[in-house]
Structures are given as structure tokens and as C-alpha cells.
């Protein structure tokens, strides 16, 4: 079944750095990755729709130069936290499909960030 | 209007009781519709696809879809403790690229 692979799956980072955070579809192509964010007991929300070969689509209300997203091959999209404050501190999980009339998403096993 | 609705519960049912998941959407040209399982602190997990109306079965699980009614539901059998979890309804978007997802129910089986 098709894989998707996060990385790494939890960091804790110092307030003013920046952190990446890895997708990759092991098992097929995505053209599309979406990646949300998730606080605890709340539900998912939508960050971003990343786009290989092209910029991402930012959901309203996410700072796009904050969450820096590159989908630069059909396997990787990258999400970094630029400049990271205790309040971006969260669940950040990647999905992706493959192509096929349907699918569903797959979800990567999430990243949990902690800045201090 | 939410485009994908669940009763947020919690629900709670004894083990071994059918535990009944609901889930509402609005755009009626949805074709593809799915139930994810998500325990505290993991990310969610596919565990039923349903494309056509009536009832597809799984195991224990079964989902079933009513497009007139703009409806599913998932049900499950012989419910246990590792079934405690939150259950997220998601459905496709019409032009595909889009993933809709419900708030969640949240599922308690007691032993």
C-alpha cells in the first residue's frame, strides 16, 4: 500500500531557530502533499497545499513566510518553521495520493515540534 | 456550512456492543468518502474507503453511504478497548484535489 514517511517524528528546538520537516511518498508519485497542523484535542487543520513544481497554496491565516514549503521532486515536499516561537509548537503531519481515480490519503506519521 | 459534519461525541459503548459513527457533507457531487482512526498523539490511519451507496464490509468494520442523503456512517462490530480512538469522516472533493475532513467523534469502549 502506498507509504508516506515523515521526518523526523518529534524535535524540540530553541525559539528563533528554524526547523525542517521531511515528506516523502515511498511507493508512488504525488504532484500534491498536504500538510496540516494539529493541536491537542483539536481536530486537523489544513495548513497548506504543496505543489511540485510550483509554489504552495496557503490556507487563510497561515503565514506563508513563516511556513516555508518546498515540493521540489514527486517524491518530497519539505515544511520549515522559520524563526520558531513556543506558540508554533504543535503536531505538524504531511499527507499525499497517488494518482489513481479515488485514493485516499495517506498520512506520515506526524512530527512533533516542541520550541522551548 | 461545514463541508464534512460529526457529532463531535464522545461516545461511549460497552465491549462487544456496535458502536455507530455518523458523518454528514454537503457537496453533492462527492464521490469518494473515507473513515480514519486516530489514537491521542498518533496520526490518522485509513481504514475504510466506500465509493457507492449501500454497505461495504471490513472485518469488523462497516461503512455505509447514501448519496441522496449525503450520508455515511461506519459501524462497528464486537467493539473492544483498542477501538477507543478518535474517528475522522473525510470525503473527496469534486474536483479531486481536495480532502474534506469532519471534526471527529471521539469512541470510548469500556471493558
Known amino acids: 500500500g502506498a507509504v508516506v514517511s515523515q521526518h523526523p517524528s518529534w524535535v524540540i528546538c530553541k525559539s528563533g531557530t528554524s526547523v525542517k520537516i521531511e515528506c516523502r511518498s515511498l511507493d508512488f508519485q504525488a504532484t500534491t502533499m498536504f500538510w496540516y497542523r494539529q493541536f491537542p484535542k483539536q481536530s486537523l487543520m489544513l495548513m497548506a497545499t504543496s505543489n511540485e513544481g510550483s509554489k504552495a497554496t496557503y490556507e487563510q491565516g497561515v503565514e506563508k513566510d513563516k511556513f516555508l514549503i518546498n515540493h521540489a521532486s514527486l517524491t518530497l515536499s519539505t515544511l520549515t518553521v522559520t524563526s520558531a516561537h513556543p506558540e508554533d509548537s504543535s503536531f505538524y503531519i504531511c499527507?499525499?495520493?497517488?494518482?489513481?481515480?479515488?485514493?485516499?490519503?495517506?498520512f506520515g506519521n506526524g512530527t512533533r515540534l516542541t520550541v522551548t | 456550512q461545514k463541508e464534512v459534519e460529526q457529532n463531535s461525541g464522545p461516545l461511549s459503548v460497552p465491549e462487544g456492543a456496535i458502536a455507530s459513527l455518523n458523518c454528514t457533507y454537503s457537496d453533492r457531487g462527492s464521490q469518494s468518502f473515507f473513515w480514519y482512526r486516530q489514537y491521542s498523539g498518533k496520526s490518522p490511519e485509513l481504514i475504510m474507503s466506500i465509493y457507492s451507496n449501500g454497505d461495504k464490509e471490513d472485518g469488523r468494520f462497516t461503512a455505509q453511504l447514501n448519496k441522496a442523503s449525503q450520508y455515511v456512517s461506519l459501524l462497528i462490530r464486537d467493539s473492544q478497548p483498542s477501538d477507543s480512538a478518535t474517528y475522522l469522516c473525510?470525503?473527496?472533493?469534486?474536483?479531486?484535489?481536495?480532502?474534506?475532513f469532519g471534526t471527529g467523534t471521539s469512541l470510548t469502549v469500556i471493558p
Open positions: 473525510a470525503v473527496r472533493g469534486v474536483t479531486g484535489n481536495q480532502f474534506y
Open positions: 499527507s499525499a495520493r497517488d494518482q489513481g481515480t479515488g485514493s485516499p490519503l495517506h
